[in-house]
């Protein structure tokens, strides 16, 4: 009886997927695309797969986009279920890459994202409690080594378009995954499928495999690329949308690990919002980004972030966002029980403006209404300075970030 239904189901697969290829329109196409990825869901073991998964890589050469993008979204979850196919569907997602429509690329990215981040965890939890690795995870994880280096040359090229923004999201996620999270349990699950969130800190007492000072230094380097991007003069080169992107993926790193407060916020706070460098099509959209930012920043109530507080709030007052402000420090420092603080911080922050504006109106020939771009290079070198006075994170995390 289970051999007939082992038979029923390879038919069912091997039928589905000839009717993909002679179904003549985008929608027949899609239907069966979305039914076979059903009965492959459904199934546990991966014994058909060895045979149908190259018959699956073969719709990349579908010549409908639409296919091809829900092909690879097939492929990249019959990777996330059967890790031990990482090695085959890697070369596929690269060939991805290279299509010619951005939403077929992207959705390579996508796929990336998650098979990177699983097989991360689970080449962890493996090294942490098994005597020996396994061939075909090791094989996995060189894989997406692979893969990680071909989307990083993506994201630090010109170029690219759409696909390069999803790109240095992947650039985002891999320095998330690589460095401590202080939110996170420090103790790892005692099994593979646990619903606890992945922690880098989980290899403080060694692994087989994977060198958690090596992982970190190479977190700090990606980093360093990112805030490049939004250095003078490459910020003036690159688009409004980069921008957002970047500016956006800074801000949730800066609140997720903040230690890197010291140096990620001098870099956005010297993207001045008035000079010429964002304005003109960059205008609306860097403005709103930064922001934003500037809000989520302030918003973290870990230790790291305290020492920023104060010159947060007083840029949002500049960019006309006090009230949002001073909602955030209150929200923070409450769910600190400390709303006096708060309300000192404010004062502190708006007798720092008004020194600002004091001094601002003593004569001086090379006085500016507003910063320009010299000084966003000067608050960007000033990065190791500002990055020592803001760093003050637990014990545990000292020596890894």
């Not at 903040?258 to 003109?280: A, C, H, K, T, W």
Request: with cysteine.
């Amino acid at each position: 009886m289970v051999a007939m239904t082992k038979s029923s189901s390879r038919e069912r697969l091997g039928n589905l997927i000839n009717s993909v290829k002679s179904a003549s329109d985008i929608p027949s196409k899609l239907q069966t695309l979305r039914q076979l990825n059903q009965i492959l869901q459904q199934q546990e073991n991966a014994n058909s797969l060895p045979e149908f998964l190259p018959r699956i890589f073969e719709f990349q050469s579908d010549q409908h986009s639409p296919v091809r993008k829900f092909a690879t979204e097939i492929i990249g979850e019959i990777g996330l279920k059967h890790l031990e196919f990482v090695p085959e569907i890697v070369p596929v997602l690269m060939l991805v890459l290279e299509d010619l429509v951005p939403a077929v690329a992207r959705q390579a990215i996508t796929c990336g994202i998650s098979l990177f981040r699983a097989t991360l965890e689970k080449i962890t939890i493996q090294g942490l409690y098994a005597s020996e690795l396994d061939d075909l995870l090791k094989s996995s994880w060189s894989s997406m080594l692979e893969f990680k280096e071909k989307i990083y040359s993506i994201a630090f090229q010109l170029g690219s378009g759409g696909v390069r923004l999803l790109a240095l999201k992947f650039v985002e996620e891999v320095i998330l995954l690589y460095t401590p999270d202080p939110n996170g349990t420090l103790e790892p699950p005692s099994h593979e499928g646990s619903s606890v969130e992945f922690n880098i800190s989980w290899l403080r007492g060694g692994h087989p495999v994977l060198n958690v000072g090596d992982l970190s230094i190479e977190a700090s380097r990606r980093l360093s690329l990112l805030l490049d991007q939004l250095r003078m003069p490459t910020v003036k080169s690159i688009s409004n949308l980069m921008i957002i992107v970047l500016v956006n993926s800074l801000a949730t790193i800066a609140k997720k690990r903040p230690p890197y407060y010291g140096r990620i916020l001098p870099v956005l706070l010297g993207l001045d919002p008035s000079n010429y460098v964002i304005e003109g099509m960059h205008g609306y959209g860097a403005h709103h980004a930064l922001k934003n930012s500037f809000l989520t920043c302030l918003k973290c109530n870990h230790q790291g972030a305290a020492p920023w507080r104060d010159r947060l709030v007083g840029v949002l007052s500049e960019m006309k966002a006090g009230k949002l402000a001073e909602e955030a420090l209150h929200q923070v420092l409450r769910s600190n029980g400390s709303v006096e603080e708060a309300k000192e911080d404010l004062l502190v922050a708006q007798e720092e403006k008004i020194s600002i504006k004091s001094s601002d109106g003593i004569p001086n020939n090379s006085a500016r209404k507003r910063s320009g771009p010299e000084d966003s290079i000067d608050v960007a070198k000033d990065d190791d300075v500002s990055g020592k006075r803001a760093r003050s994170f637990p014990q545990c995390l000292r020596g890894i970030i």
